[in-house]
């Protein structure tokens, strides 16, 4: 299994999922279509599917785009109506393959968006699994609660994607990191691993890299959002409960101008 980046719009990240042995590839956002094809024909790999994480513009723009563009291609997605040129239309648990050893794993994430989907991807047993997150979990944040309740996004970040291996390589919508761990900074200021983050994160981008993929270990570690659980940080935002600390850290973020 090959994951590759591919940089669209002003922050937006679209990933090409290959399984190396048959060449056949999956999209995830495919939000600028035409980079997309040039991306997947540089490595010679045919697409098969779209992986859509949620309905916004800057992640399923494109679908018809790629539907016309491929009409064999298969859309996947949390809703027939909200999803672009969705096809197949998918929920907590479904599961099926890519090429020879690519299998994909839906995982319901809702509160950023109601059908938000998340892709839990594995290959072969010697590779580490990965994770597409969409705007549910960013590297060091999570995305606005503008479907959902702060007790969703504590299911989805704490519970479905928290349990996920610890070596899972996170793949999420947007180039947010640098912003996200200076504001995780504030709820944190004495966490020595979100300040070694940040300080490796800022030489990437000054380097014009990439700050994806984390791991989930990562972001136990480093992300305010995914640490909810932890009396310290529940006691820093003067909170008793996860439910709680997620809700009153989201209220921070949304009124924090870093």
């Known amino acids: 299994m090959k994951i590759f980046h591919v940089p669209c719009l002003e922050d937006n990240y ?65 809703s027939l109506d909200k999803v672009k040129a969705c096809t197949n239309q998918v929920e907590n648990g479904d599961k099926w393959s890519l090429g020879a050893h690519v299998n994909i794993l839906a995982l319901h ?88 983050k940040l300080s490796w994160a800022q030489q990437q981008r000054q380097a014009g890299l990439p700050t994806i993929p984390s791991t989930i270990e990562e972001e136990m570690e480093t992300n305010p959002f995914m640490r909810v659980e932890l009396p310290d940080v529940q006691a820093k935002v003067g909170c008793k409960s996860p439910v709680e600390a997620i809700q009153k850290i989201r209220q921070l973020k949304d009124n924090w101008r870093g």
């Open 14 to 78: 679209a990933y090409l999922i290959i399984d190396e042995d048959t060449k056949e590839a999956a999209v995830v956002d495919p939000v600028e279509p035409d980079k997309i094809l040039k991306v997947a024909s540089e490595h010679g790999v045919h697409l098969k599917f779209v992986l859509t994480t949620h309905h916004h513009w800057d992640h399923a723009g494109g679908n018809e785009k790629m539907k016309q563009l491929l009409p064999a291609i298969k859309v996947y997605g949390g």
């Open 109 to 196: 994430t809702p509160c950023h968006t109601k059908g938000h989907i998340s892709y839990y991807v594995t290959g072969k047993e010697t590779e580490d699994p990965a994770v597409f997150t969409g705007d549910t979990l960013f590297i060091a944040g999570c995305g606005r609660f503008f479907e959902g309740t702060a007790e969703q996004m504590y299911q989805s970040l704490c519970v479905t994607l928290g349990s996920l291996p610890k070596p899972t390589q996170v793949y999420c919508g947007h180039e947010y990191t640098v912003k996200n761990l200076q504001f995780a900074l504030t709820v944190e200021p004495d966490n020595l691993k979100t300040q070694q």
